[in-house]
């Protein structure tokens, strides 16, 4: 019982607002020594009994401001993911550990539609051996493009020619087919998996959401194959060096088609209907139920809109990247769970503006760990998470819900 | 209870197969039967056919014990804990950290192995309660997020190369201790070839009359000594599960408040629970991956896959109960895990299968002029990739379908003595006594 | 003031405390009762002030104040939804008041947790039953006692104390087949809870509720789906209790019941205590017939 009361008080002092201003005290530290060291100025070592700490330092402002450049490519990203993820886990209620995995499936086949079609040298060329093969003259190109490894996405991305610059149409292409197979493919797994549960506790869809996390990872992997591999050619690609920056055209598609998605989809939310019973039944699925939303059509109209903004976020994921492989959402998958757990679940807004906290934080805290602790960024964004859940369990926005 | 005549003939073999010891030695005898004849088929010798039958026993062994610590977490009270490889790796390499070597790379502390087991069982148990303490508070579904996320930090911490001098960083902790059971039969028990000690001396040359190496006697006796742990942890939850305290656990997993408002410190039982479960998840990470046959502490091992792996064997099982965990531990290690390779072996021997596509679409044209044999050989040659998509697929289907598990019951009861109806104060309450199916009452 | 609980009070070092009903509650009381409180002044086990409770938008209780009496057996009525269960669920911690204090014996217990409260002897039952549906009736029964041996780990497993856990454990289910024969619930205690009808499950509930050893009971509507001759049976074995000491608080709908078997009554409105007294004076409020009448509409 002891123990106990000491547990007690240590929860309780944890969650007192002692605990919060400790984060926040740390908080100001870091922000003050960053900008010392933006500033170059240092102190220190203080000795401690165990080692010196510096204070500031140096960094270029240019090498900050690639941190935060890459912060938002990826929390953009992030934020794209996560709105599904969101959405599924205050709609239907439960954590949805295959959302990853249907990332990595909008990537795998947005991407083998864009390398057809780039790799048979562009929608022209298309249009011009269909209309050959129709009229029997001029060459028929289809028949030089080894078809099979192009959809395989194996063959090498100089040779595939896949990038903003050579193919825009093969990449837009690719990113509207991303989407349209993403949503096919949740509608499947909610009519095969989801709706037979429709009643079932939140555990018990999470423990069929990993199944289906393992079934989908690694069919892509038996039809893809489980070789990690480069798919987007760098030839020509044009890219600009602002003030120590280098921004690629890829990144700034990523942000724009993200952008203008994400503006979509507020217009749809707030002009329309669905919103509304989005969001009623967010809140309360059975009053929803009772006041004659029809419940199975917005749940449809959730995957529908969630698996599309997954399947383009997982397409842009590798525009920017350059790779996949069949395990790319799966290691993503925490990073988007940070994000909506951050931003408040149920909340769009609040997943957009997570993905770029996690993202920025999973960057920007490269200003720290250097070198070998470099590989502690995911950690950093997963020890963020936890404490979101800790101390705001309802996001650090409050837990606005979707308005 | 009710006796009729009928019955009568029936009646002891139906209580031999109620008796759970007798459902497991079942399972395992089933098992060895089962990859005896994979082993025949293949022509396998006297060795091979001991190590393929050792291999299935330790992982069937592995899996009971990671699979009953899991069973306590999840299975009594509820909480759904998927950070099981983090804790399986803290054990692991506390253990190599402190036994190990001091002379090896990277150098361990080179205290004695009972030392370093406790240690590895004390440091799982206390990053358990490091993360119990503020996280059973939360849903389950937050606490099964923060799970993951602390066993993905714990991996990537040891997988840094900032402190790789003493975890390996992302080559692993290549020096690792010796089993006790090297230790007792060799000279130089780093080195499986040294000589023995007088005990291995006559240990091994009792075996060499069956053709059995030098090697294979190490390894089964480890193996042998892996199912005794099995053995004492089933035994210890058995009786913290059939006791007051399992009840508790029982009925926070079933309504928290409804214990709560029975008086019952719910939290302090579930940080109880929880840390005992991950000392477990330590101890079985220490005899699965530290030492003995397949001894290899690398951060990949301990991927959140392998926790997934365990959640499936326990679902199989039956979450909640003790037996079934023992019993879904050896299913899936046995026909999920080491049997797909054999079958693929025995079909591409039978049926010749050389086909060998390098992808789907190679395999599935030739369908269209009626030739199997390239998406046999493909199917085959990706039996990996299948076996996954199978598991994930029967995970679905248990749980849409079999949520209380194949084997196992949920609902044994959680008592001290056994509470059926004929121990009513008026009825023989002794003769039920003496039938007492738990352990516990042996000791009065 | 009365010593009659001396053991459970000795130590109350704030005797205003346990002052301040009887100085404040008479003033809200008709004059005859003031009387009657003052001439069997009894001591108050329980006692709420001021207690608040909101769920988003609506006040569910909203400034109740009342003190049920030692070895009372005191009636708590009200329309629907006028936050009967709510003042329960604060008062045994389940919920977090937003305002108000609880006091018991003396001490504020506001803001503690249940079990702590079940702990010092107060304990409720819950409108809609609780049952553990994957446990049997007897393990439900055998869960409630508290200071159980075997709720360590370590004395369970152990081989020296196991003894001794394995003992008591045969005590406590002695005990508890005594507990399902009075309830009639002794056919069914290898039954799993979840299988149990409505009124099976209110018996449960109400069987476990005593199993912990409670001084002061909170029952939220115990009879409900219960069969008439039980009940009867249910309410002598209530006022046997009482006899013995223990302090019961009733929620209940059937007014014959409470009416006939209450000695204090307390009527509670839109989370208020709308009146209280014996109950003839209850009976014959216009206030309340009008609550009624207007909550039942
Ligand atoms: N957990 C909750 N969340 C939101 N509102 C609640 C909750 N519990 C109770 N309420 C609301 O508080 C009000 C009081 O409810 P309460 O259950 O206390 O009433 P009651 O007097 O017990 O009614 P009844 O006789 O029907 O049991 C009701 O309007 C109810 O809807
Ligand atoms: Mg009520």
Same mark, same amino acid.
């Given at each position: 019982?002891?123990?106990?009361?000491?547990?007690?008080?240590?929860?309780?002092?944890?969650?007192?607002?002692?605990?919060?201003?400790?984060?926040?005290?740390?908080?100001?530290?870091?922000?003050?020594?960053?900008?010392?060291?933006?500033?170059?100025?240092?102190?220190?070592?203080?000795?401690?009994?165990?080692?010196?700490?510096?204070?500031?330092?140096?960094?270029?402002?240019?090498?900050?401001?690639?941190? +935060?450049?890459?912060?938002?490519?990826?929390?953009?990203?992030?934020?794209?993911?996560?709105?599904?993820?969101?959405?599924?886990?205050?709609?239907?209620?439960?954590?949805?550990?295959?959302?990853?995995?249907?990332?990595?499936?909008?990537?795998?086949?947005?991407?083998?539609?864009?390398?057809?079609?780039?790799?048979?040298?562009? &929608?022209?060329?298309?249009?011009?051996?269909?209309?050959?093969?129709?009229?029997?003259?001029?060459?028929?190109?289809?028949?030089?493009?080894?078809?099979?490894?192009?959809?395989?996405?194996?063959?090498?991305?100089?040779?595939?020619?896949?990038?903003?610059?050579?193919?825009?149409?093969?990449?837009?292409?690719?990113?509207?087919?991303?989407?349209?197979?993403?949503?096919?493919?949740?509608? +499947?797994?909610?009519?095969?998996?989801?709706?037979?549960?429709?009643?079932?506790?939140?555990?018990?869809?999470?423990?069929?959401?990993?199944?289906?996390?393992?079934?989908?990872?690694?069919?892509?992997?038996?039809?893809?194959?489980?070789?990690?591999?480069?798919?987007?050619?760098?030839?020509?690609?044009?890219?600009?060096?602002?003030?120590?920056?280098?921004?690629?055209?890829?990144?700034?598609?990523?942000?724009?088609?993200?952008?203008?998605?994400?503006?979509?989809?507020?217009?749809?939310?707030?002009?329309?209907?669905?919103?509304?019973?989005?969001?009623?039944?967010?809140?309360?699925?059975?009053?929803?139920?009772?006041?004659?939303?029809?419940?199975?059509?917005?749940?449809?109209?959730?995957?529908?809109?969630?698996?599309?903004?997954?399947?383009?976020?997982?397409?842009?994921?590798?525009?920017?990247?350059?790779?996949?492989?069949?395990?790319?959402?799966?290691?993503?998958?925490?990073?988007?769970?940070?994000?909506?757990?951050?931003?408040?679940?149920?909340?769009?807004?609040?997943?957009?503006?997570?993905?770029?906290?996690?993202?920025?934080?999973?960057?920007?805290?490269?200003?720290?760990?250097?070198?070998?602790?470099?590989?502690?960024?995911?950690?950093?964004?997963?020890?963020?998470?936890?404490?979101?859940?800790?101390?705001?369990?309802?996001?650090?926005?409050?837990?606005?819900?979707?308005? | 209870?009710?006796?009729?005549?009928?019955?009568?003939?029936?009646?002891?073999?139906?209580?031999?197969?109620?008796?759970? *010891?007798?459902?497991?030695?079942?399972?395992? $005898?089933?098992?060895?039967?089962?990859?005896?004849?994979?082993?025949?088929?293949?022509?396998?010798?006297?060795?091979?056919?001991?190590?393929?039958?050792?291999?299935?026993?330790?992982?069937?062994?592995?899996?009971?014990?990671?699979?009953?610590?899991?069973?306590?977490?999840?299975?009594?009270?509820?909480?759904?804990?998927?950070?099981?490889?983090?804790?399986?790796?803290?054990?692991?390499?506390?253990? *190599?950290?402190?036994?190990?070597?001091?002379?090896?790379?990277?150098?361990?502390?080179?205290?004695?192995?009972?030392?370093?087991?406790?240690?590895?069982?004390?440091?799982?148990?206390?990053?358990?309660?490091?993360?119990?303490?503020?996280?059973?508070?939360?849903?389950?579904?937050?606490?099964?997020?923060?799970?993951?996320?602390?066993? #993905?930090?714990?991996?990537?911490?040891?997988?840094?190369?900032?402190?790789?001098?003493?975890?390996?960083?992302?080559?692993?902790?290549?020096?690792?201790?010796?089993?006790?059971?090297?230790?007792?039969?060799?000279?130089?028990?780093?080195?499986? *070839?040294?000589?023995?000690?007088?005990?291995? #001396?006559?240990?091994?040359?009792?075996?060499?009359?069956?053709?059995?190496?030098?090697?294979?006697?190490?390894? @089964?006796?480890?193996?042998?000594?892996?199912?005794?742990?099995?053995?004492?942890?089933?035994?210890?939850?058995?009786?913290?599960?059939?006791?007051?305290?399992?009840?508790?656990?029982?009925?926070?997993?079933?309504?928290?408040?409804?214990?709560?408002?029975?008086?019952?410190?719910?939290?302090?039982?579930?940080?109880?629970?929880?840390?005992?479960?991950?000392?477990?998840?330590?101890?079985?990470?220490?005899?699965?991956? *530290?030492?003995?046959?397949?001894?290899?502490?690398?951060?990949?091992?301990?991927?959140?896959?392998?926790?997934?792996?365990?959640?499936?064997?326990? $679902?199989?099982?039956?979450?909640?109960?003790?037996?079934?965990?023992?019993?879904?531990?050896?299913?899936?290690?046995?026909?999920?895990?080491?049997?797909?390779?054999?079958?693929?072996?025995?079909?591409?021997? @039978?049926?010749?299968?050389?086909?060998?596509?390098?992808?789907?679409?190679?395999?599935?044209?030739?369908?269209?002029?009626?030739?199997?044999?390239? &998406?046999?050989?493909?199917?085959?040659?990706?039996?990996?990739?299948?076996?996954?998509?199978?598991?994930?697929?029967?995970?679905?289907?248990?749980?849409?379908?079999?949520?209380?598990?194949?084997?196992?019951?949920?609902?044994?009861?959680?008592?001290?003595?056994?509470?059926?109806?004929?121990?009513?104060?008026?009825?023989?309450?002794?003769?039920?006594?003496?039938?007492?199916?738990?352990?516990?009452?042996?000791?009065? | 003031?009365?010593?009659?609980?001396?053991?459970?009070?000795?130590?109350?070092?704030?005797?205003?405390?346990?002052?301040?009903?009887?100085?404040?509650?008479?003033?809200?009381?008709?004059?005859?009762?003031?009387?009657?409180?003052?001439?069997?002044?009894?001591?108050?086990?329980?006692?709420?002030?001021?207690?608040?409770?909101?769920?988003?938008?609506?006040?569910?209780?909203?400034?109740?104040?009342?003190?049920?009496?030692?070895?009372?057996?005191?009636?708590?009525?009200?329309?629907?939804?006028?936050?009967?269960?709510?003042?329960?669920?604060? $008062?045994?911690?389940?919920?977090?008041?937003?305002?108000?204090?609880?006091?018991?014996?003396?001490?504020?217990?506001?803001?503690?947790?249940?079990?702590?409260?079940?702990?010092?002897?107060?304990?409720?039952?819950?409108?809609?039953?609780?049952?553990?549906?994957?446990?049997?009736?007897?393990?439900?029964?055998?869960?409630?006692?508290?200071?159980?041996?075997?709720?360590?780990? @370590?004395?369970?497993?152990?081989?020296?104390?196991?003894?001794?856990?394995?003992?008591?454990?045969?005590?406590?289910?002695?005990?508890?087949?005594?507990?399902?024969?009075?309830?009639?619930?002794?056919?069914?205690?290898?039954?799993?809870?979840?299988?149990?009808?409505?009124?099976?499950?209110?018996?449960?509930?109400?069987?476990?509720?005593?199993?912990?050893?409670?001084?002061?009971?909170?029952?939220?509507?115990?009879?409900?789906?219960?069969?008439?001759?039980?009940?009867?049976?249910?309410?002598?074995?209530?006022?046997?209790?009482?006899?013995?000491?223990?302090?019961?608080?009733?929620?209940?709908?059937?007014?014959?019941?409470?009416?006939?078997?209450?000695?204090?009554?307390?009527?509670?409105?839109?989370?208020?205590?709308?009146?209280?007294?014996?109950?003839?004076?209850?009976?014959?409020?216009?206030?309340?017939?009008?609550?009624?009448?207007?909550?039942?509409?």
């Amino acid at each position: 019982m002891d123990a106990n009361a000491t547990i007690e008080r240590g929860v309780g002092f944890a969650r007192s607002s002692t605990g919060a201003s400790i984060v926040t005290a740390f908080g100001a530290v870091l922000f003050l020594d960053l900008v010392a060291k933006l500033a170059g100025v240092s102190l220190g070592p203080l000795e401690t009994p165990w080692f010196g700490i510096w204070f500031g330092g140096d960094i270029a402002v240019g090498q900050f401001a690639g941190f +935060i450049w890459d912060g938002i490519v990826i929390g953009v990203v992030i934020g794209l993911a996560s709105i599904g993820l969101s959405l599924t886990y205050s709609i239907l209620n439960f954590a949805n550990f295959a959302h990853g995995d249907y990332v990595t499936a909008g990537a795998f086949s947005g991407w083998a539609v864009t390398y057809v079609i780039a790799g048979i040298g562009g &929608l022209l060329a298309i249009t011009e051996s269909a209309v050959n093969a129709v009229t029997g003259l001029g060459t028929y190109r289809l028949e030089d493009a080894d078809l099979v490894r192009l959809v395989l996405l194996q063959t090498a991305p100089l040779e595939a020619g896949a990038n903003m610059w050579l193919s825009p149409a093969a990449i837009v292409i690719g990113l509207v087919a991303a989407a349209g197979m993403t949503i096919v493919l949740s509608l +499947i797994l909610d009519r095969l998996v989801y709706r037979p549960m429709r009643d079932a506790d939140g555990i018990s869809l999470l423990i069929a959401s990993i199944g289906v996390a393992f079934a989908v990872r690694y069919l892509v992997a038996l039809v893809f194959g489980a070789n990690r591999r480069i798919v987007t050619s760098s030839e020509k690609l044009p890219s600009a060096n602002l003030g120590g920056v280098i921004v690629d055209a890829h990144e700034v598609t990523l942000v724009v088609v993200a952008a203008i998605l994400m503006f979509g989809l507020h217009v749809l939310l707030q002009r329309t209907k669905l919103g509304k019973a989005m969001r009623a039944m967010a809140d309360n699925r059975s009053l929803a139920q009772v006041t004659g939303i029809p419940t199975e059509r917005v749940i449809k109209s959730t995957w529908i809109i969630g698996a599309g903004l997954t399947g383009a976020a997982g397409f842009l994921l590798v525009l920017s990247q350059g790779g996949l492989g069949f395990q790319t959402g799966w290691l993503l998958l925490l990073l988007i769970f940070a994000a909506v757990i951050m931003g408040g679940i149920g909340s769009i807004y609040g997943a957009i503006a997570g993905g770029l906290v996690i993202g920025l934080a999973s960057r920007v805290s490269l200003v720290w760990l250097q070198g070998d602790l470099a590989s502690f960024a995911r950690p950093t964004a997963f020890a963020l998470m936890i404490l979101v859940l800790l101390f705001r369990p309802s996001g650090i926005f409050g837990g606005v819900k979707t308005a | 209870m009710s006796q009729t005549t009928t019955d009568d003939v029936l009646a002891p073999l139906r209580r031999v197969f109620a008796n759970d *010891a007798a459902k497991v030695a079942v399972m395992y $005898i089933a098992i060895w039967v089962v990859f005896y004849a994979f082993g025949n088929h293949l022509g396998y010798g006297n060795s091979g056919m001991l190590s393929l039958v050792r291999r299935v026993t330790f992982l069937a062994a592995v899996y009971g014990i990671v699979v009953l610590a899991l069973n306590i977490q999840w299975g009594y009270a509820g909480l759904f804990n998927i950070g099981v490889a983090g804790f399986m790796a803290v054990g692991a390499y506390t253990v *190599a950290m402190l036994s190990s070597p001091p002379a090896g790379s990277p150098p361990g502390l080179g205290l004695p192995l009972p030392i370093g087991v406790l240690g590895g069982i004390l440091a799982a148990t206390l990053v358990g309660l490091v993360a119990a303490l503020p996280a059973l508070r939360l849903k389950a579904d937050y606490l099964a997020i923060v799970t993951v996320a602390i066993s #993905e930090i714990i991996r990537i911490t040891y997988n840094s190369p900032a402190f790789s001098d003493v975890t390996g960083g992302a080559r692993g902790f290549g020096n690792l201790p010796t089993s006790p059971v090297e230790t007792l039969l060799l000279q130089d028990p780093t080195s499986p *070839a040294s000589e023995a000690t007088s005990l291995g #001396e006559t240990v091994f040359s009792f075996a060499a009359e069956y053709g059995i190496s030098q090697f294979a006697v190490v390894n @089964t006796l480890y193996t042998v000594g892996v199912l005794l742990v099995l053995l004492v942890v089933y035994l210890l939850l058995e009786r913290a599960g059939k006791s007051p305290y399992g009840r508790v656990l029982k009925a926070i997993r079933e309504d928290e408040t409804a214990a709560q408002s029975l008086g019952k410190d719910t939290q302090n039982f579930k940080v109880r629970a929880f840390a005992l479960g991950c000392g477990l998840m330590g101890l079985a990470g220490i005899v699965w991956f *530290a030492m003995g046959p397949r001894a290899s502490v690398t951060p990949q091992t301990f991927r959140p896959n392998i926790t997934f792996y365990i959640f499936i064997a326990l $679902i199989i099982g039956g979450a909640g109960s003790n037996t079934g965990s023992v019993l879904g531990g050896a299913l899936f290690a046995s026909l999920l895990f080491e049997a797909p390779p054999m079958i693929r072996s025995i079909i591409q021997e @039978t049926f010749q299968v050389s086909a060998n596509p390098g992808n789907l679409i190679e395999a599935l044209i030739p369908i269209a002029s009626g030739n199997l044999a390239p &998406l046999g050989g493909f199917l085959l040659n990706n039996i990996d990739s299948l076996r996954f998509i199978g598991m994930g697929i029967l995970l679905v289907v248990l749980i849409q379908r079999k949520p209380d598990g194949l084997l196992g019951a949920r609902k044994e009861t959680a008592a001290g003595v056994p509470l059926t109806a004929d121990t009513r104060p008026d009825t023989g309450r002794a003769d039920a006594d003496a039938a007492a199916v738990d352990g516990g009452e042996t000791d009065e | 003031m009365s010593e009659d609980d001396a053991p459970s009070v000795a130590d109350a070092d704030i005797p205003d405390d346990v002052d301040v009903p009887e100085d404040v509650e008479p003033e809200t009381m008709d004059s005859d009762v003031e009387e009657s409180a003052k001439t069997v002044p009894r001591s108050v086990p329980l006692r709420v002030e001021g207690l608040r409770k909101e769920f988003g938008g609506i006040t569910a209780v909203d400034g109740a104040t009342f003190a049920v009496e030692e070895g009372s057996l005191t009636g708590l009525i009200g329309p629907n939804g006028a936050g009967k269960s709510t003042t329960f669920n604060c $008062i045994t911690g389940v919920h977090e008041a937003d305002a108000g204090d609880v006091y018991f014996r003396g001490e504020e217990i506001s803001g503690e947790q249940p079990h702590d409260i079940v702990e010092r002897g107060l304990v409720r039952t819950f409108q809609i039953a609780r049952q553990l549906g994957e446990m049997t009736v007897l393990e439900n029964v055998m869960l409630a006692p508290g200071g159980q041996q075997g709720e360590s780990i @370590t004395r369970s497993v152990l081989p020296g104390t196991r003894g001794r856990v394995v003992a008591q454990e045969r005590e406590l289910r002695e005990k508890a087949w005594e507990t399902l024969e009075f309830f009639e619930l002794d056919h069914l205690a290898t039954e799993y809870a979840g299988n149990l009808s409505g009124g099976q499950r209110k018996l449960l509930e109400l069987a476990r509720a005593l199993m912990t050893d409670p001084s002061v009971l909170l029952l939220d509507e115990p009879f409900a789906g219960v069969n008439p001759t039980l009940e009867e049976k249910l309410l002598d074995r209530i006022h046997d209790l009482r006899e013995q000491g223990l302090t019961f608080l009733l929620v209940e709908h059937d007014m014959d019941l409470i009416m006939q078997n209450c000695e204090h009554v307390i009527v509670m409105h839109q989370g208020r205590v709308l009146d209280e007294g014996p109950p003839e004076r209850i009976k014959n409020n216009e206030e309340v017939i009008e609550a009624y009448l207007g909550g039942e509409v």
